[in-house]
């Protein structure tokens, strides 16, 4: 992968440059970022505006607020048009010689090569039946997809009336549209794109926060198709429950499949009430979540006792 | 190691026999069993009396609480006595040549042997308060513990008073025994430990059971000292998110560390409303517990939304 | 209100006593009813063939279902004339002269006629748009809905586009249906509806039921406009956290507002290492819901600590 | 009831004063605070010590602890003869002339002379036992404790060794005196005791935090023996699912019994895709708790969605 683009120095290209660099985050649509262009950036217009229109565009989150804004107001027809030209997620990839190269990249991982004789029927029918309800192809933006999330999706959607549908097909190519700006560009120079990772521990057995528990943090990395876990950071919680500052912050923060490893076995030990014996119901009580968005305050926390836990989305 | 005897079989051994087979369930105190056997079973009884007290012992648990009465009920020299017959952890397993093979098993598994040299000074200091203030070796019966599950326990139970710590100390130790004897002896001959192992998946975004959720189960192994996975078994969840029937029961179910996976994510893409997208905040979740007694029930739930869930020991 | 008329006796009834009945469950759309009695039980049918329709409509809700598809079936002119047939919530109550007794009764009691001049200016510019955006009045069907309620549901479903509204209000229309018909209708001689409530209450401190608590139950009622809430029953759980069957059933389990109280702070003071004292942070903790439907399982559990608790929609 | 001194100028009294004033939060031995008073405060010592000793003490909290350090280093004896002291909760109040004022206020409400006959022989059986097994009477802290608290906490630490049972009645006497101090002694001039209380909404149906949720606070007030809740505030979640500052704190955050009221059933009917209808699961979720010390942060969240709530202690 080549390397990102500053957004700062991404804003100072010319036209060709810049659609040369982000024009192809709509599939076969770079209309909607050349027009984001004219109306922003072009050098017909008056270089205060212009360079009052940098100013406001201070981090990726903006910029791709501000191009959004051009497809949703644009009209029905031209949406309708955006969505037809996305790939049949049905038809084989290598059959499909006019699917643009990031859409194969994201086909493939979402291991529709290796469906049974069984489930490609299942498929074929729902995508007949999808096909034959709605006038685009099922679009659906999840990163590595399982065929059965794959097939979950469609076999829900498949129910949608065409408004709803229409309304979250859009929703999944804007949101395939951003993590390919995402890949593109990269926060302003000397900044980040401002997301961070925290956590909490509480120990709802004492009413407490859990102070001294060690928690690892692991990456959930695809090798070759293969899963694996690595360790990041390991922590100890302060007196607070809390680690001292974010577990990710900056550059470390990437979009991906984390996990937490919470110490709950060691930390319950402790009490001199514990009747810790045995094999402990909860020992090292792993916490896997997905990271999105790497504008975004992820708080990932523990409420546990030794018998119960619970966790959220936290903000 | 060697076959288990049923319960009915064990009780009609001879002295000798029945003490050479589970004699050794508390550490060099043989006269418990001995007692045991003595008050139930001897010969010396009447035959209708023998006769009445084995039917009375039904499973290995009513064995065991009766065999657990004797020291209960002895008076606190003879308890002391078998707390300080128990091995101290401390020292060097390989010096320790008073220690009886099951201790020894026992030991090894928690890792001592690989302690830092930091760890060891601390582990150490924490034993020699421990020793100086009260009159019998730490004891602590859990099964695979790290060193820090050790030195947790220590560092809480070395605050405790004499007399709690005394009754902590008697409780690890007939843990240990419970634990021995459910090695030596299976169920009556023609039936099982009775404990069995139950799920159930609540869909709390839409307060609905989660229906056709796929769950797998995994086994944790230790695999020369190296923690492996291992699929026991897969399931879909039936229209009232339950299994149809226990996920382990009988000879299935063992003591030793399981996962659930939950397949939240493909869940949840089939609503027509969902947005999910992306990297989503769950996606497969994992769900490590222990099962520790054969004879219970363990119902252990996920009650779960795209961004939240909470688990507990049910029953 | 006049005594509500078993099921099998309904099915009975001539067409014309059979529309005075429940003919007017869908607002102003008698054809609905008329269609499914002509369709099921007019005389002009083959006798073996009705009676074969009887025997198939066992309970309330088959009956509904039955209902409700025909209006599902029909064009969508006619759904359209269905939801326009409804009253207007913003005009004046007492001016709309035009109302069925049915929703007057309806709408009394959201409280509309107490709203301030702010309220009311919010809620005719909000019903104002969705008047001009839907060419049907809003509906709702949440009984002894608070203005709040009306607003707020207003407010979000403004937004929608109008399919996803025509759904929506099929939805709160069928809603209506529903809980009219159960007005009139009873459960066939010698049965009940079929619904039920029970509880169960797990120590999440201790990770085993919580036998022993002290649960009442009381029932919210709407006193002249004032809310009381009055004792219906007291429990105690048993071993397993649970109370000898459920806590209503059959006649007792109505459609209302209830509340467990559950005896939290005696429970956990039993514990010898309890350090309750002072004002505890969790005492008599009070778990208000909702019953909708007199035909399903309510199972709503505590699951608690001395610090923490949570509650869900089981079944 | 008197007005409090502000602790600075408790601090500046002399000791017959100081005495007069908390002289009294150890039933019958002002020894402790005495010698507090005359280890730290005493005229006899030099000028330079007692400014130096008056500056260490900046809150109630340090006060206490450090005249609680006398009664924790006092030998066992005294600490037996300040238990001893206490009266004996089962003796009728009005024939236990010995009782000090304090004592018997904190009697009064714990509802013990409403007992029935049967309640008062479980009781006066259970105080026998107690008193039986140890040479001290049963102590309770709790404020406004209902008789099946005393009974619960009595039938609990009936079973306790004379170790653990001094402990627990050491830490119950130490409340009482905290609870005695915090009732004669203000935070110093200007000040106050530092505790606050918080509150979040989260909404896990949609994995944000729940703004524009109104919120109102209720306090919990015994009125001549009559349980009375009264609206304190009311609030609306801002975009972070929190309050804009402390619900409670300074003057205002005082010990007793809070509950929060969350329009839980408003704020889900915004969602266009909300089916609310009939009587909702959820619609006012009340939660309530007490504030037992008044210079803690107590954070008490919600965590919802429209079919499950969990809440806890947070920090």
Excluded at 88 to 93: G, M, P, V
Excluded at 99 to 105: A, N, Y
Excluded at 109 to 138: D, I, Q
Excluded at 241 to 254: I, M, N, Y
Aim: glycine letters at 6%; one cysteine or more.
């Amino acid at each position: 992968m080549s390397a990102k683009i500053p957004l700062n120095r991404l804003l100072d290209l010319s036209q060709p440059e810049f659609l040369a660099a982000i024009g192809g985050i709509y599939e076969k649509s770079q209309w909607i970022v050349e027009s984001f262009y004219n109306f922003t950036l072009s050098p017909s217009l008056d270089a205060a505006v212009i360079q009052d229109n940098k100013e406001k565009i201070t981090n990726v989150r903006v910029l791709f607020n501000e191009i959004e804004l051009l497809l949703r107001n644009s009209s029905k027809d031209r949406q309708l048009q955006l969505l037809k030209s996305h790939p049949d997620l049905c038809l084989k990839i290598e059959a499909a010689t006019e699917i643009t190269e990031e859409s194969k990249h994201e086909q493939k991982s979402s291991g529709l090569s290796t469906l049974t004789a069984e489930e490609r029927e299942t498929f074929t029918s729902l995508n007949n039946e999808y096909k034959a309800k709605f006038p685009f192809p099922f679009i659906l933006a999840v990163r590595n997809a399982s065929k059965q999330t794959v097939l979950s999706a469609l076999r829900g959607r498949v129910h949608s009336t065409l408004e709803q549908e229409m309304d979250c097909a859009l929703f999944q190519v804007n949101k395939i549209a951003w993590m390919r700006l995402l890949d593109e560009v990269d926060a302003p120079e000397g900044k980040t794109h401002g997301g961070f990772l925290t956590c909490h521990v509480l120990d709802t057995a004492n009413g407490i926060p859990a102070s001294g528990m060690v928690i690892e943090l692991y990456v959930h990395e695809n090798m070759d198709g293969v899963q694996q876990s690595r360790l990041l950071k390991s922590f100890v919680t302060n007196s607070d429950g809390r680690l001292d500052g974010p577990a990710l912050k900056g550059e470390e923060f990437k979009v991906g499949m984390y996990e937490w490893r919470f110490y709950l076995g060691d930390y319950f030990a402790q009490f001199s009430g514990s009747r810790i014996s045995g094999t402990p119901f909860l020992d090292v009580v792993p916490l896997k979540f997905g990271l999105d968005d790497p504008t975004e305050h992820y708080h990932v926390p523990l409420l546990a006792s030794p018998w119960s836990y619970s966790t959220y989305r936290g903000s």
